[in-house]
């Protein structure tokens, strides 16, 4: 095979996990919205708890996400 196929397949299934598991999220926030609420709670308690590192954390993010348009 050669490697454009495989990136192709591998982005195609890539895509189609990322869609179940949207779509999973969605129906787990009307069937049970008590749980994605303990999970915000969870991610909130852990950005917290690493205090100025945030800052650094979402710099990198930022620069990461942002690469690829540069």
């Known amino acids: 095979m050669n490697f454009k196929k495989?990136?192709?397949t591998f982005m195609t299934?890539?895509?189609i996990?990322?869609?179940v598991l949207m779509i999973g999220i969605?129906?787990?926030s009307f069937a049970s919205p008590e749980v994605i609420r303990a999970?915000?709670?969870w991610m909130g308690v852990q950005i917290?708890?690493?205090g100025n590192w945030n800052y650094l954390i979402?710099?990198?993010v930022a620069m990461?996400?942002?690469f690829p348009f540069v």
Do not use: K
Request: cysteine-free.
């Open 58 to 60: 979402l710099f990198f």
């Open 39 to 41: 999970v915000i709670d």
């Open 6 to 8: 495989i990136v192709s």
């Open 26 to 28: 969605g129906i787990l």
């Open 17 to 19: 996990i990322f869609v």
């Open 64 to 66: 990461i996400e942002s």
């Open 13 to 15: 299934t890539l895509h």
């Open 48 to 50: 917290t708890s690493w």
